[in-house]
């Protein structure tokens, strides 16, 4: 069936519930400890436009969402979810590039910023002109950082001093708009993470049966 990416509206916050129960599911699968969203959140989410759905019919298949922190200077595109039925077709990809859209849109002066160990999220976010950064370059806000409190590396996070951690950080800058927009240097980008990942690796050794996929990348 043909899925419909778009801004949500009022008319989708009887999906917050759902999305919620996915986002939860995917967490204990991966084994993460991810930030619990209540669908009040996802609701208000929804009822300000910043978020982006993804519907197959009447079926929510997809979404993200906005989260701006230190007043304005840094915004993360959070909450992603595809249903798995849905999965290795492209639909992450599609609903991280309208939300980058709109948070370029609603948030032109703030640099848009992730945490993640997804290789997919990885992948979708070097495409669209992210750089992977040490956490040094990632906001400050002591709110942001209480989400990861659920993790199950969040000892590692204490341990650092909040400087590292399992989780890559990434960073597309608004001066760097021509280069998010520019397809073209998307394998530039994929090798220069790559590189980054692997400077990292050696200050920070990673467990590789914890993440086999991005151990393989750091060892071919
Ligand atoms: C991560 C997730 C959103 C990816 O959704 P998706 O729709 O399958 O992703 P896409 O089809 O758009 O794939 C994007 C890229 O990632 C790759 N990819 C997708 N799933 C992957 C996986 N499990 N492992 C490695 N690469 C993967 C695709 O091949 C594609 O790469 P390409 O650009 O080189 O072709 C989905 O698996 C999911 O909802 N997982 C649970 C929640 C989650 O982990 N959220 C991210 C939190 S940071």
Redesign the pocket.
């Known amino acids: 069936m043909q899925v419909a990416v778009k801004v949500a509206d009022i008319s989708h916050e009887v999906y917050a519930e759902e999305i919620c129960t996915?986002?939860e599911k995917?967490?204990k699968?991966?084994g993460?400890g991810?930030a619990k969203r209540k669908p009040e959140y996802i609701r208000e989410k929804i009822h300000k436009g910043n978020a982006v759905i993804a519907l197959a019919g009447d079926k929510v298949v997809?979404f993200c969402y906005i989260e701006s922190w230190e007043n304005r200077k840094f915004v993360a595109n959070?909450?992603?979810?595809?249903?798995?039925d849905?999965?290795?077709?492209?639909?992450?990809?599609?609903?991280?590039s309208k939300i980058f859209e709109l948070s370029r849109k609603k948030f032109p002066q703030s640099r848009i910023f992730?945490?993640?160990?997804?290789?997919?999220?990885m992948?979708?976010n070097s495409?669209l002109g992210y750089q992977p950064v040490t956490f040094s370059e990632l906001t400050a806000d002591e709110t942001f950082w209480k989400g990861c409190q659920n993790c199950t590396n969040y000892d590692i996070l204490v341990r650092t001093n909040r400087k590292m951690c399992l989780?890559t950080g990434m960073v597309c800058n608004p001066s760097n708009q021509a280069e998010s927009q520019n397809h073209k240097k998307?394998n530039g980008s994929?090798n220069y993470f790559k590189k980054f990942l692997k400077s990292q690796s050696e200050h920070f050794p990673m467990k590789s049966s914890l993440y086999p996929?991005i151990s393989k990348i750091l060892h071919k």
């Open positions: 996915m986002i995917a967490a699968q991966r993460t991810i997809g959070s909450g992603l979810i595809v249903h798995p849905y999965r290795k077709t492209g639909l992450a990809k599609d609903i991280k992730g945490i993640t160990t997804s290789l997919a999220v992948k979708i495409s989780c998307k994929w996929k």
